[in-house]
T-cell receptor
């Protein structure tokens, strides 16, 4: 069964750092690009970052570029998001999602970050 | 403010038909496929429509997607209480090289 499970969310202070993880199971992760999408309280979905299936290409939303880093560990079937220089407007539920031919076809339930 | 514009809310009685619009631009909706996602707070968002009009496996044919120019539309016929959720449109922007989501439309079944 395909499953994505986020962890690592916490309450942090302005300027601090945090690492989110997304454990991937039930599918061949090598075939998929992976994404982080967040939802701030009372707001809509916002794409944050993405990494290609082979890990070579990484893209970031302008709002997080230079502060957040996306990475993936194929040996651990895990996606990461390193959050640095956190600001109050980074407060959100962070979801991971996968994409191959079909964009964002499976999502995780999310992990909450409070700044 | 989202680049993709959706109405904040839509409501209708059970059995009725609703449509949700998603307005974008020439570099996103007009050029690329559109997807629609169903989200209930506290759960994982769920893909409903992809490639503008294809239903994900398991999604009933009460759900439909279409596009014309820079706007896309999600239709839900025979509305059911279980359809209550917030629906988001999503697509890629070819010029900005980013992924975009609409602001979301909360569907209420009266």
């Amino acid at each position: 069964q395909v499953h994505l499970a986020e962890s690592g969310g916490d309450v942090v202070r302005v300027g601090e750092s945090l690492r989110l993880s997304c454990t991937l199971s039930g599918f061949d992760v090598d075939d998929y690009a992976l994404f982080w999408v967040r939802q701030a309280p009372g707001k809509g979905l916002e794409w944050v970052a993405s990494v290609s299936y082979d890990g070579r290409d990484k893209d970031y939303a302008a709002s997080v570029k230079g502060r957040f880093t996306i990475s993936r560990d194929y040996s651990k079937n895990t996606l990461y998001l390193q959050l640095s220089s956190l600001r109050p407007d980074d407060t959100a539920m962070y979801h991971c999602a996968r994409t191959a031919d079909t964009p964002f076809d499976v999502w995780g339930q999310g992990t909450m970050v409070n700044v | 403010q989202s680049v993709l514009t959706q109405p904040p809310s839509v409501s209708a009685a059970p059995g009725q038909t609703i449509t949700i619009s998603c307005s974008g631009g020439s570099s996103n909706i007009e050029k690329n496929y559109v997807s629609w996602y169903q989200h209930v707070p506290g759960t994982a968002p769920k893909l409903v429509i992809y490639d503008t009009f294809r239903r994900r496996s398991g999604i009933p044919d009460r759900f439909s997607g279409s596009k014309s120019g820079t706007s896309a539309t999600l239709g839900i016929s025979g509305l059911q209480p279980g359809d209550e959720a917030t629906y988001y449109c999503g697509t890629r922007d070819s010029s900005l090289r980013v992924w975009l989501f609409g602001g979301g439309t909360k569907v209420t079944v009266l």
